[in-house]
């Protein structure tokens, strides 16, 4: 084979098959000795000389000269001996996924560089819209895909379908003015299964990026399964599903589906003056009375809580950048309503150890049935962790049912004005500092309003002005209408969390979104009430701690000044004691320090 690496002449193995010469040398890789088939003559004299060599190595081994160069040709009998053993039909079938993965990240980086970069390019090469092959002998041909069987011309209406959505969402961007610059992608293939003629993969693709003119750096997930088809010893695109909310909406309707029709209906709901329909709190005659009950909302903490639980950099897994202090449910069906209700009980001031989240604390909901409750666990209980979590806290749908139930005044649980906003139109009526912090409810791939987003950063009313974060599928610092330019969106945005209980001496803080290394930040707490003293303590990731106390009399808040060093998480404790001998109050959460 011509990608055999060249040895030196006297471990060189000369074979003949079908009457030609051939000079095999050491292999450099598995897949290097698949072109040697096993019955073939020339493995059956290759493995006769390999017998020979062997015999030439023991006479030189009594010798006991040139030992070293001996033992790698020992290594190189060693590797072709078992290589040549290796049956062709595993062979082959690590040939096929090797040449399913190449033709899927081939396709699916021509089609993410099209849309994301307004590049021309044609999404009908390699895949079955560019069979070679006669018609008549493959038209009436069944497949088996993932989503069901299919012939071959249902198959090219598939890719008729990507194509158009392809032109939609570049046009979407390209209305809005969302470009962008430095797109890298990476593919991680999750599973390959090869059966006969068809294949199926799954593949996570992470796409990341700058906004022009920014210079935070944004990430996309996108999980695909892509079906192809085998049409004469080439793997073929047959059909591609990302598994969001423009598949499940427009994709059965496939034969229907028009870009260019789809882009005005998009362009007529922006213009729409009526399209944000909110609905505020009616809580004026309660908060006469019980003011002091409420734990007003922090919406720079909840996005500090976003910004710190999402992924960094383009290497990590999910398991790096996820709370390990709470449970996740990204086996469960997504992790997506999970990580949002985490953004608000930030912005609330949850305590950040799992005693307190396991005990299901303030600002937990824990006050009636299970449709009026609002609660989670940590990592201590994953085995129970259904059990010992609410539906509202991890289900969208649950959360619209608690909002329901709860959103009276004289409720105790969290409290939201709500906007509905039409397909494509823009949160006209609402303004800016509502909206940061506000979860939404998007459409994904479960249909409508099935998919949770936090919104984070807010410089104006249109989606193209609104950026978010998200999990599973997981983002950083996406714009609205990047990724969501159509769809009808239920927002939340919350404005406190009621007790039952005046709340004096509640201490909360103020998160600190991600700190580049050497950099200074202003670690801050406080309550309603004045205090003996405040203090902060903060230890870095490498166990060393260091701590801070107030000084002044009487004070209701404490600014501690701290420079981030390390990389990694910094536990931040922070205490209020309103007097000498009474017990300390704590609430605990951390800040992250990177290096670019």
């Known amino acids: 084979s011509h990608s055999w690496e060249k040895e030196p002449r006297w471990r060189k193995i000369s074979a003949y098959s079908a009457g030609r010469s051939c000079r095999i040398y050491r292999i450099r890789s598995f897949l290097e000795i698949q072109n040697i088939q096993a019955h073939s003559p020339l493995r059956q004299i290759c493995k006769k000389n390999i017998v020979k060599q062997q015999d030439i190595l023991f006479d030189k081994l009594k010798g006991g000269k040139n030992m070293k160069r001996l033992l790698s040709l020992a290594t190189s009998i060693v590797l072709v001996t078992g290589l040549l053993c290796i049956p062709a039909g595993a062979l082959a079938d690590e040939r096929d996924r090797s040449s399913v993965e190449a033709a899927v990240e081939q396709y699916l980086q021509t089609y993410t560089q099209s849309t994301l970069m307004n590049e021309d390019s044609s999404l009908s090469v390699n895949t079955v819209s560019d069979v070679v092959v006669p018609l008549t002998r493959a038209e009436n041909a069944t497949y088996a895909l993932s989503s069901g069987t299919a012939t071959l011309p249902e198959m090219q ?13 570049k046009e979407a961007r390209q209305a809005q003015g969302i470009t962008r610059t430095d797109l890298e992608l990476s593919y991680d293939f999750e599973d390959v299964t090869v059966a006969g003629n068809t294949a199926t993969a799954t593949v996570s693709e992470l796409a990341s990026f700058y906004y022009t003119g920014e210079t ?4 996309a997930e996108t999980i695909y399964t892509v079906d192809l088809v ?43 003056d009526n399209g944000c329909v909110v609905q505020l709190l009616d ?47 990204r086996a469960d069906g997504g992790d997506c309503m999970n990580f949002a209700s985490q953004c ?29 409750t ?11 962790r259904v059990a010992n979590s609410t539906g509202s806290w991890r289900s969208c749908s649950a959360f619209r049912t608690y909002m329901g139930n709860t959103n009276n005044a004289t409720d105790i649980g969290l409290k939201c004005n709500t906007a509905d906003v039409a397909a494509g139109a823009n949160f006209s009526g609402v303004t800016t500092s509502a909206l940061k912090g506000a979860v939404c409810h998007v459409d994904g791939g479960g249909g409508a309003y099935t998919h949770a987003i936090v919104l984070t950063d807010i410089n104006g009313l249109s989606r193209s002005q609104i950026y978010l974060c998200a999990h599973y599928t997981d983002r ?84 501690y000044n701290y420079k981030f060093t390390e990389n990694g998480l910094y536990k931040v404790d922070c205490y209020s004691k309103p007097t000498a001998s009474s017990a300390a109050t704590v609430v605990t959460y951390y800040v992250l320090c990177y290096t670019l």
């Open 230 to 272: 085998n049409v004469d010893g080439e793997w073929l695109i047959a059909d591609v599903n990302d598994n969001d909310w423009f598949d499940a909406t427009y994709k059965d309707a496939q034969s229907s589906f028009n870009a260019e029709a789809a882009l005005a209906d998009m362009e007529a709901a922006q213009a729409m």
């Open 157 to 169: 209406e598939n890719i008729s379908y990507i194509e158009e959505k392809a032109e939609f969402f």
């Open 216 to 219: 935070q750096q944004s990430f």
């Open 476 to 559: 950083k610092y996406v714009k609205l209408g990047d990724y969501y330019p159509s769809c009808a969106i239920k927002a939340f945005m919350p404005q406190y969390f009621r007790t039952n209980v005046p709340l004096t001496n509640y201490l909360q803080v103020d998160m600190v979104r991600p700190v580049k290394r050497n950099n200074s930040a202003a670690l801050k707490c406080y309550t309603t009430g004045a205090q003996n003293k405040f203090t902060i303590a903060v230890t870095s990731p490498s166990g060393k701690t260091s701590q801070a106390s107030s000084t002044a009399s009487n004070p209701k808040s404490f600014t």
């Open 344 to 372: 608000m009980w930030a912005g609330f001031s949850g305590n950040q150890t799992r005693a307190s989240i396991d005990a299901h604390n303030i600002p937990m909901d824990k006050d009636g049935s299970s449709s009026t």
């Open 283 to 329: 809580d004026e005659p309660e908060l006469m009375t019980t003011a002091s009950y409420r734990i007003p909302y922090n919406a720079d903490s909840a996005t500090a809580y976003a910004y710190t639980y999402t992924r960094q950099t383009g290497t990590e897994s999910w398991q790096d950048y996820y709370n390990q202090d709470f449970v996740d449910f």
């Open 374 to 384: 609002w609660y989670s666990c940590s990592k201590d209980k994953y085995s129970s």
